[in-house]
């Protein structure tokens, strides 16, 4: 309403001079107006088509024109575009998990994809950037040549916003190899890009800048955009862990950490970038602006952002031209939103998807590591078993149901002190291997459980990352075995005898938790056969025997056990006795029964176990 005089012309002159009455809340104020004057208005298609914020009367008062990237392309550059749309289709074509028959779109496995993305991106290439870094080879000369090489260069740029799970759901599916090159596209996105660590993504992006596109100093070298489907924004001590490995010095002053939704104006946000910009340090600086995303998707407060940072960065570099001054802007999406944004940018940014960003507390190696292994060869080599199974142990104590309800909690402080003891911690390993090989031998997905299980789609939308997804399901796993383990071994509190330190008693312990014959613990265990399926828990009595007294106080004593395992050692000597009443009645002259006993002692587990 404020333009209503300007967009209908409604101009009057005076001394040659054409004025125009504008709207300024309860006031009109009279406006001169330029010979040359020209009104544009510049917004996207689908605020257009939004009758509440374009009035239909205020659209019919405008020519109107589409724009996009395609247009400013020739024909062969067209047809490359092509190509790449149906490479794109295909991808998301060969993404379909095990369980799904909808293919995927576009923009839910590149994430922040439009249908301007290619052209776009084919634009960026071309228009002084690839055309120079490219040519200079004489091997390029042939148009065939310089083609596929600006179609690889697209397709580069296009998977570096591609979320891991369809990666992997891509290239670990054999049908796909041949079909779009799964192998090199795994190297060229977890290997060659840096999605296996967001810090050496970070580190590769501030010190290795003679690998980017742009021969000339583009803003994609300093400015750089990161989505995540990741529930939790960085910490302070994670910042403080990522600045260390970058080698920023001077923390306090070359750290700068915010979140975009803190500033109540833009005049505040843009103070913020302007005071880091200006200290002219000779240091690499950071700047990290955290946007969370995950329960209200904005699309404006994003592109007033990402226009101001731009600017301000625009006009600092056009008097710095070596900046080490670099801005980070950490975009966190929920699942349902990835369709809503449309933010992916190849001039001013440089864009990454990363699954996750915060691998404190994570105990996985990276991906490339474990593709091929099952679990069994993971924990030989692979993860770190000792903060795994300190992580696992309140989840597999909880599956045990004790008569001593007050042991659950001791166990868990217990087990996890004694994951510091290597020599518990290597005995406790090798029976959840020992297991686990025999549940892998009865199962059909042995080494594919990261494409069929954890890149499913269910579980990624569960669990929103793919780490995330393998973390829950190594653990669901291997749980329930440490919880059979455990309830096989602290019978009578059985545990507490490894922990008095005494050497005998330890080195005897560790000697039965070892050895398969006295303490046998197979998968079967962990099945119930009534029921036919896995057990939810697992029976353990922890309680110490008790003894008969007369006491006015109390009727019993519990009854502290010294040697590990006494019951097995009881049973072993019971089987013993047997073998040697039934050797007896065979044998009836006294001196050869005599002669036998020593042979029959050796033949047990007590023996072979001791000696």
């Not at 909690?409 to 004694?418: K, M, T, Y």
């Amino acid at each position: 309403e404020s333009l209503y005089d300007a967009l209908n012309q409604y101009y009057h002159e005076f001394a040659g001079q054409r004025y125009v009455y504008l709207g300024l809340n309860t006031h009109r104020v009279e406006c001169a107006v330029h010979n040359d004057f020209k009104l544009i208005i510049i917004s996207d298609k689908e605020t257009v088509y939004d009758t509440r914020k374009f009035p239909i009367p205020l659209i019919n008062r405008l020519e109107k024109h589409f724009l996009n990237s395609l247009i400013m392309l020739n024909n062969a550059e067209i047809k490359i575009v092509e190509k790449l749309k149906q490479w794109v289709q295909n991808f998301c074509k060969l993404c379909v998990d095990t369980s799904r028959t909808k293919t995927p779109q576009p923009n839910e496995i590149f994430i922040g994809y439009h249908t301007d993305t290619i052209a776009t991106i084919i634009l960026y290439l071309t228009k002084g950037n690839f055309t120079q870094l490219e040519r200079i080879d004489d091997s390029l000369n042939d148009e065939n040549d310089y083609e596929k090489n600006l179609i690889e260069k697209a397709r580069n740029l296009i998977i570096k916003c591609a979320t891991a799970d369809s990666i992997v759901r891509l290239t670990l599916n054999k049908n796909n190899l041949q079909i779009l090159s799964g192998d090199s596209i795994w190297k060229e996105y977890f290997i060659r890009q840096s999605h296996l660590n967001f810090k050496d993504l970070l580190y590769d992006f501030i010190y290795n800048k003679d690998d980017k596109i742009g021969k000339n100093h583009d803003f994609n070298q300093n400015l750089m955009q990161i989505t995540t489907h990741s529930r939790l924004l960085m910490s302070k001590v994670s910042l403080v862990e990522l600045a260390k490995h970058l080698k920023i010095k001077n923390l306090e002053k070359n750290l700068v950490n915010c979140v975009l939704q803190s500033f109540e104006t833009q005049l505040q946000f843009s103070s913020k970038i302007k005071n880091f910009l200006n200290d002219n340090s000779k240091d690499n600086r950071l700047m990290v602006v955290q946007c969370d995303f995950t329960k209200k998707y904005d699309g404006e407060l994003l592109s007033c952002a990402k226009y101001s940072i731009a600017e301000h960065y625009k006009e600092y570099i056009s008097k710095n031209s070596d900046s080490k001054n670099h801005i980070i802007l950490i975009l966190y999406l929920a699942k349902e939103n990835s369709r809503k944004f449309i933010g992916y940018q190849v001039s001013h940014w440089s864009c990454y998807h990363i699954d996750e960003l915060d691998d404190s507390s994570n105990y996985l190696p990276n991906l490339d590591l474990i593709k091929s292994k099952s679990l069994s060869d993971l924990l030989l080599d692979g993860l770190n078993n000792r903060t795994f199974l300190k992580k696992i142990a309140y989840q597999a104590c909880s599956l045990i149901n004790d008569t001593n309800l007050s042991r659950t909690i001791q166990r868990i402080e217990i087990f996890i002190d004694l994951c510091d003891d290597e020599q518990f911690l290597t005995a406790i390993l090798q029976r959840i291997i020992n297991i686990q090989k025999q549940k892998e031998e009865n199962s059909p997905l042995g080494r594919n459980w990261l494409y069929n299980e954890v890149a499913d789609l269910k579980n990624i939308n569960e669990y929103s990352t793919l780490i995330k997804s393998c973390e829950n399901y190594i653990e669901s796993k291997l749980s329930p075995i440490l919880a059979l383990i455990l309830s096989k071994i602290d019978y009578f509190s059985n545990i507490d005898c490894y922990c008095e330190n005494q050497p005998w008693k330890s080195d005897l312990f560790l000697k039965i938790l070892s050895n398969k014959d006295l303490l046998s613990i197979t998968c079967d265990e962990m099945r119930d056969p009534v029921k036919n399926e896995e057990r939810k828990y697992f029976i353990c009595k922890s309680e110490r025997i008790k003894k008969n007294i007369e006491n006015q106080n109390q009727s019993y004593q519990n009854l502290k056990h010294v040697l590990p395992f006494f019951w097995i050692l009881v049973d072993q000597l019971n089987e013993f006795c047997l073998n040697f009443l039934e050797s007896s009645r065979k044998l009836i002259e006294k001196d050869s029964f005599i002669n036998t006993i020593p042979d029959l002692f050796e033949n047990t587990a007590i023996y072979k176990l001791i000696y």
